[in-house]
Each structure stands twice: as C-alpha cells, then as structure tokens.
C-alpha cells in the first residue's frame, strides 16, 4: 500500500470511528461502528461505517406533495451526513402500494431494496418469497425505541418468531364523528357515544336535521365490509377465527350483534340513507361534506378528509371502538427484499429508524411539520408505549396545528389493539355479503347470513390449509 | 431420367432444408420483421397464455412452488362465489345482448333510414364512446343515486315508484347493463350502420315499389341481408360482454349488494390480487377460455361461411 492510501484509510477509520461514537452518544443510529473488523455478514453487528452501500427505498412522496418531498429529501442529506457511505436511492410513489402492482412487483422481483407495505401483506409477501429475515439485525442499538414499541404491532410483521419488517406508522380503529353536525343535533361532542345503543340514538337525532344528512355510515364493498365487521366485532370483544385460524368463529351472539345494529339503524331507524355499497373513501366525502354524522375509521381519515377533500380539522372528532374491547389495528412498515445484502439490510435498517423511528427526527420533527404547515397532533401513528410514547405526545401536543382535545376520547380510553385474521382478504370477501345484504335488503335474516357466512369462510380456511 | 435430373441440378441444393434456407435468404427483410413480430407475440401474447395454463395447476406457498394437480379447480367449485359469479356473467350477457345487441342496431336502423342530419347524429351517438370510462360511470353514479340521483327524480316527477339502482340486489346487474350498453353502444352502432350501407339500394327501391313501410323493409331487407354479420357481431359480443369488469368494478366496486355484481373477471381479479391465489386466479382463468374458445370456434365457423 502506498503512503497516501495508507494515510487516506487512517483518515477514513478515524472518520468513521469518531462518527460512530457521536452516532452512539446521540443514540439516534444506533452506529457504534464496527471498522474494518466488523464481521459483514453477521447479523447482530451494526452497519460498517467504511462499508459502501446503496440502498433502493420506495414511497417517496411524489412532487405533487412538496411539503413531504422536501422532508423526505431533507432527511436522505441528513441520514447521509451520518453515513457518508450509504447512498439511499428514492423511488418516488404515489401511492405507495396498489395491490396489482405490488403483486407484479413482488412476482418479477422488481421490489426496491427496502420496500414499503402494509401490515396485511406479510403473507403474500413471504408466498413469494420476497423478504429478507431481519430478526438477527434488530435490537436495541440498531433500533434504539423497540423496547417501546407497542409488541402487537410487531407481532404483525413476524411469522414463526422471525421478524420481517419495521413499522412506520399504525391505527387503531375508533369512532370518527361529524362535530358539527353533533352541535346541530344537540349532542355533546366532547362526549361521543361509545356504545352502539348509544350511537343508534345519536344517529336518529343527526338524521332528523334532514337536508340528506345520515346519522351514521358504513362501508359493505370490495372486501371492506368484512373489514369493518371485523373492526366491530373487534370492539364487542368477538373474533374472526378460532385461535388455529381453521375454523370461522364470528358466528355469536357478538357477531349477530355487529349486523343487528346494522340492520336496525338502515331499516328500524333509517339513519344511514338508501345508497349503499359503499366502498373506500365515500364515508370520508360524505363527511368531510358534512353529509355523514358517524362511521368507524382511523385517524388518518382525518388528514384525507381535510388535505384531499378541503375538510375543516374543527369540524372532526374521534372516539373509542364502540365497544372498547378491542380495537383492529393496522398500519404501514418496510420489508427487506430478498437477496438483499447484509449490508444492505443494515443500511436499510438505519434509515427506517432515522426516518420513522427516532423521537424528534424524520416524521417525529413536529417543528418542522408545523413549519412546512403539515397537520401536527393526529393520535397516530400509534406503536409507541412507555417512555417514549409519553415523549412522543409531549412533543405532538408542543406543536400541535390541530385540535388535540377533538381526539381527546379517543385516546383517553386504552383500547387494546387487535391483528386482522390470517387471510383477512379471503374472509372479508365472505363477510361482504351479509353486510351488504342488512343494508340493502329489509327481509334480511342475520341468523341465516351468518350461518352461510360461517360455511362459507369454513370452506374458505379448509382450502387453505 | 434420373441421370439428367441429377446433373442438372447438382450446384443447387435440393434437400428440403436447403430450399427453406433458399427462401428465407431471399426474404431476409420479412422474415426479420415477421421474427420480431413473432417474438413479441410470443412473450406478451403465448407465453402468458402457457404459464396460466401451467399456474392453473400448481400452488406457491412460501416461495416453493408445488404441483397440486386438480385442487385449484376443486377449491374454485367449492367456492360459492364461482357459482354466483358465472350465474352473474351469464345474466349481464343476457341483458347485454337483449339490450346492447338490439338498441344499437335499433338506432342503426333508425340513422340508416334518415335524410338529413345523419352526420350529425352519428356523432352524437358516438358521443358517449369517447368519453373516459370513469366519467360515464361517475355520471351514472349521480343518475343512480337512489336519494338525489336524475332517474329517480324523474320517477318521482311522474309519481312513479322509484327504484334503488345499484343499491339493491335485485336491480343492480341491470343498471349495470344499462350504463354499459350506453358507454359502449356508438361503436355498436357504427359497426351495424356499415353492415347496413353494405345493402344494395335496389333491394329497398323494389321493397318501397311493392309498398313495404318501414318495418317490414327491416323484416325483409335489412335483417335478411345483414344476417350473418348481425350473427358475428353476436358473436363477438357475447366473447366480450362474458369478460366483462371495467363496469361492475367501477359502479359497484366489483361484488355489488350481496355479490349480485360480482363477474368471472372480477372474480379473477380477486383471486389474483386480493388473495394473491395465482393458482385459483390461473385456473379459472382457464376454465373462462374454454368456455369462450367455444363461442370462438362457432365464430370462426360463422366467419368462414360468411367469406
């Protein structure tokens, strides 16, 4: 070696050693460096600061969201600062999954190298082969918060106690509610019913005010009405399948509970209109057009009624699951691609926990959201307990650009939350249709369209052993 | 005589591998684009077709593929929406064909027979065709709205019961067939007023001679004359309408009230993209191409008696 490389690499160690213990004093990283003798393939080592990587990441957000652009742009200089050797290559998308595509992707394996999906998708993901394990590369100086992240969230993104993916942001489902039109009706909108009884009576008085006004919504197409059946029998304290996951187990008295109150409200009450089959966002432009008193959703609902469909973030409320047994929880994370490197994995791992999982940096830098005049104080994302989640809502509620107290139900009551059912799609498929059938159909027997529905998803489950 | 032929053709090749290389030097231009056509085909047409076909009999569960024979089949029959979703195929080609058949030759016929403004018209109800998908089913989605919507406002207008559209199990895959026959029915139309102006004039002029009005011009003239054209186009519509997705996908978002919506295609879609059963969604991909390379055979039949 000649002395210039020789002096050039005593630089680069150095660099890299004095940079990895500034990474581990601040603990944001997670970086305590391992130099040049750092094994590189082993999993419980950090990333190597001298190891040159270049990861691929989708869902950046496209041009059209600038404030988000500039963040997202913001952060690749900033994590790069701290890692001069890892190139993040942004894939801009919008959105960031379709099922098709995602499909297609994960069949060619065109996936990115850290690629973004939902909390339902770990099965088809690992069908196809498509992720990485990144168990042995994720603890506590990698990821400095996941003791503090909630484990039902991580639960979701594990299979036979291997762990594929890291969360970026999550929901439990509540009651979303209409303020202004509770004030118009007369009801209290600090106090959103947290029962169905309680909900049958606030929709009859918001349906009174007339003028096309439903008192409460719900979704009964392209799979989602199973989707939110399961979202309320959740909240009554019921369940999809048997714990094996072989048997349907949402034929109970719970289960003819959730299409009652559905029955009821569209034909004893006729509080929900006559235009069902509604999908995925009706119940938001309803809302957000202050046509819509009620209807189970996230809070993120909020953020699309308000930014897509020219909302008021005062005129939004949200409460408990009805019920509060349990609350379906769901969400986003990133996956490894299969085939990716060590390092790779390693990289990859560092930027989610920049970007998503350090308090004060990345999406938690509430003063910059503010400043870029993004909403600040929504009750999500969600996977946070302990310390950190106290940290968390102290930051939020510092500067906070909505009404906090408009969420204050919501988060008041500790709502255990609850993973969809293995092969949700499948069986929301089934549910469809004595969701839809309560709402479109007055001769409606909830007894018999469970029964079908309970054979139904039997034979769905046998099929898929 | 073996003797000459052999010394007179003894520097050219004579084998039949040598005449086909013969051939294919002196048209090395077509034969390249034919190749380049070939292998486009080949990758985005065949190819596809063979892996379904190969998929409609294995499973893939955790990265490992298996061969699982008939199962896909056999867990498509069990399934009570496979039923549901051909019985739903089968009644919206039905209603297509009694409504998007004979509308657009009805106003074919009817544009075929005017004097003035013919140009006019024919783009008026062309009109509709040009207009992106989406458009016409949210338009359709307002006249439909069993509260607001312009149908049952006219309905009430005229004390009329008013009906709930889309949002009942029993006038759904109606209201399907109605938006889609007006989506689609200009081009119908166009193809039928050709078929039309291919008639020899005489045949009218002695029809009208002999005292024949406008129906029974139809009866004699126009429908004898176009019937083997109207039975292609049958055809052909029929292998359409059965794939049928766009417009149940858009106005009901597939299933409709109680899967009274749901079609094979979309079925397909499900099962390919919901539930990521590639093997399910390959298979009954399968069974759907049999069932409409039937209707293709009759077509192919029906077309080379018309030539």
Redesign the interface.
């Known amino acids: 070696m000649s002395r210039t490389g020789l002096v050039r690499r005593s630089v680069v160690v150095a660099v890299a050693a004095g940079m990895s213990m500034s990474l581990a004093a601040c603990g944001s990283s997670g970086g305590t460096g391992g130099g040049d003798g750092a094994a590189k393939g082993s999993g419980s080592a950090t990333l190597d600061p001298a190891a040159k990587v270049t990861v691929s990441v989708d869902c950046q957000p496209p041009v059209t969201k600038a404030a988000e652009r500039k963040q997202w742009d913001q952060d690749v200089a900033a994590f790069g600062k701290l890692y001069p050797n890892v190139t993040i290559k942004s894939k801009d998308a919008s959105p960031c999954e379709e099922a098709a595509p995602f499909t297609a992707q994960l069949k060619g394996k065109t996936q990115t190298d850290v690629f973004y999906t939902y909390f339902t998708d770990l099965n088809q993901v690992l069908d196809a082969d498509g992720a990485e394990d990144i168990s042995a590369y994720v603890n506590e100086t990698t990821v400095p918060a996941l003791k503090d992240i909630d484990p039902s969230v991580l639960a979701t993104l594990k299979d036979g106690g291997k762990l594929y993916g890291l969360p970026t942001s999550n929901y439990k489902m509540g009651l979303l509610y209409n303020r202004k039109l509770f004030k118009q009706a007369g009801l209290d909108p600090e106090k959103p019913p947290a029962t169905w009884a309680e909900i049958r009576e606030s929709a009859k008085k918001i349906a009174a005010l007339g003028n096309g006004v439903n008192g409460y919504g719900e979704y009964s197409a392209t799979n989602q009405g199973g989707w939110h059946y399961t979202a309320e029998l959740y909240g009554l304290g019921g369940k999809m399948v048997s714990d094996d996951g072989k048997k349907a187990a949402f034929n109970t008295a719970e289960g003819k509970q959730v299409l009652q109150n559905l029955y009821d409200m569209r034909w004893t009450d006729n509080t929900m209109g006559a235009a069902q089959s509604l999908k995925w966002p009706d119940l938001m432009t309803q809302m957000a057009a202050d046509k819509l008193g009620m209807y189970v959703g996230a809070p993120d609902d909020i953020t699309y009624m308000v930014q897509t469909l020219k909302g008021d973030y005062e005129a939004y409320g949200m409460g408990p699951m009805p019920g509060a047994k349990a609350a379906l929880l769901g969400g986003n994370d990133y996956m490894f691609k299969k085939g990716s490197s060590p390092d790779q994995i390693k990289a990859g791992i560092a930027w989610i926990n920049f970007k998503y999982l350090t308090l004060g940096k990345g999406q938690f830098d509430y003063a910059r959201t503010k400043t870029d005049g993004l909403p600040v104080g929504l009750p999500q994302p969600f996977f946070f307990t302990g310390a950190s989640l106290a940290a968390d809502n102290k930051a939020k509620a510092a500067s906070a650009t909505v009404p906090v107290q408009n969420y204050a139900p919501y988060l008041a009551v500790a709502v255990p939350g609850k993973t969809e059912p293995a092969n949700a799609q499948q069986i929301y498929k089934v549910l469809d249709n004595p969701v839809s059938a309560v709402l479109t159909d007055r001769n409606a027997d909830v007894a018999k369209l469970l029964a079908d529905a309970e054979t139904q998803v039997n034979q769905v489950l046998a099929s898929l052993q | 005589m073996a003797a000459i032929s052999v010394a007179g053709k003894a520097a050219r090749p004579t084998t039949h591998e040598g005449r086909l290389w013969r051939k294919v030097r002196q048209n090395l231009t077509a034969h390249g684009f034919l190749f380049g056509a070939l292998l486009c085909f080949g990758f985005f047409t065949w190819y596809p077709m063979v892996r379904e076909v190969v998929m409609s009999f294995q499973k893939?569960?955790?990265?490992?593929t298996s061969w699982v024979g008939l199962d896909n089949i056999?867990?498509l029959l069990?399934?009570?929406?496979f039923w549901q979703a051909w019985r739903n195929t089968l009644l919206f080609t039905l209603l297509a064909l009694v409504l998007g058949f004979a509308v657009p030759f009805f106003v074919a016929v009817l544009l075929n027979e005017l004097r003035h403004a013919k140009s006019y018209l024919r783009i008026l109800v062309y009109l509709p065709v040009m207009m992106p998908p989406v458009a016409s089913v949210l338009l359709f989605k307002y006249f439909y709205?069993?509260?607001?919507g312009l149908f049952n406002s006219i309905l009430r207008a005229l004390h009329l019961p008013t009906s709930?559209w889309?949002?009942?199990?029993d006038t759904?895959m109606l209201s399907v067939v109605i938006a889609s026959t007006w989506m689609n029915m200009g081009g119908a139309t166009l193809i039928y007023l050709a078929a039309l102006q291919g008639i020899p004039g005489e045949l009218y002029e002695a029809a009208e001679l002999d005292g024949a009005g406008l129906w029974r011009r139809v009866w004699h003239v126009t429908i004898p004359q176009t019937r083997l054209i109207l039975s292609l186009l049958l055809l052909l519509q029929v292998v359409a309408t059965m794939q049928v997705f766009v417009e149940p996908f858009l106005l009901?978002?597939?299933?409709?009230?109680?899967?009274s919506t749901t079609t094979v295609v979309y079925l397909v879609y499900?099962y390919?993209?919901?539930?990521?059963n590639?093997g399910a969604a390959s298979a009954l991909g399968l069974i759907m191409l049999v069932v409409l390379a039937g209707f293709s055979a009759l077509y192919v039949r029906l077309s080379r008696k018309a030539d």
Request: aromatic residues 12%; glycine residues 14%.
């Open positions: 893939t569960k955790r990265g490992k056999d867990q069990q399934d009570p929406a709205d069993p509260d607001f709930a889309l949002n009942s199990p759904a009901t978002g597939g299933n409709g009230p109680q899967g499900q390919a993209f919901n539930f990521n590639y």
